[in-house]
């Protein structure tokens, strides 16, 4: 069955360093989202991605956050400048197309910025 | 503001008990209405969703939910829990382009 894949599974960050999360959506799947979950807490939206454009993004993706699709199968998310609060796990999702709205989710990346 | 509360932050039950989770939205209209489960140190799976129609969904691991729009409620519930259903699971709403996830139950199993 198809799943979504996420690399590093875990990654492990000065503060101030530049880190690029990594995620291959489903391969038939348009639409690509950015969450994340700060331990103990609850999951929170991110960025939402459609046709290599920014659908809808949320006040946490400021300007040290920015998301790209460099090829036919990848989705990156970067943080520019990592600070301590942005410790958390990072989850890709990918939906198929309008209509179909169910996420899928891969496995994270657990980010520590120390 | 558009939410998706979740009362019990922590539930134990025993082995072979019923299992009841609360999930309540507050939306203008149906939102679409997900649960999911993560298990230590995994991902999300998704266990079911309610879009429209049968207010009685039907999900995997033996799992159901139930929609109800006057308690604006979508409770999960499995009549006989196993010890490997021990997780967090999560309630979704779907909202223009996004989820909003609820706050989470951390559901314990004892033998």
């Known amino acids: 069955e198809p799943e979504v894949t996420q690399t590093p599974s875990h990654q492990v960050t000065q503060m101030g360093q530049e880190v690029i999360l990594r995620c291959v959506p489903i391969?038939?799947?348009?639409?690509f989202y950015w969450y994340r979950q700060i331990l103990g807490q609850k999951v929170e939206f991110l960025v939402s991605f459609y046709n290599n454009e920014i659908s809808e993004k949320s006040e946490i993706f400021d300007d040290q956050f920015s998301v790209e699709r460099p090829d036919g199968s990848n989705f990156t998310l970067k943080i520019r400048s990592t600070k301590l609060e942005d410790s958390a796990m990072y989850f890709c999702a990918s939906r198929l197309a309008l209509g179909q709205e169910t996420q899928y989710f891969g496995p994270g990346t657990r980010l520590l910025v120390l | 503001a558009q939410s998706v509360t979740q009362p019990d932050i922590h539930i134990t039950v025993s082995e072979g008990a019923s299992l009841e989770l609360r999930c309540n939205y507050s939306y203008g209209a149906t939102p679409y209405l997900f649960w999911y489960v993560q298990s230590p140190g995994q991902g999300l799976q998704l266990l079911l969703k309610y879009f429209s129609g049968d207010t009685l969904v039907q999900g995997i691991k033996g799992f159901e939910a139930e929609f109800k729009r006057s308690q604006s409620s979508f409770n999960l519930r499995k009549p006989s829990v196993h010890w490997s259903d021990a997780a967090e699971y999560f309630c979704a709403a779907h909202n223009t382009d996004k989820l909003i996830f609820g706050t989470g139950t951390r559901l314990q199993v004892f033998p």
């Open positions: 391969s038939n799947h348009l639409y």
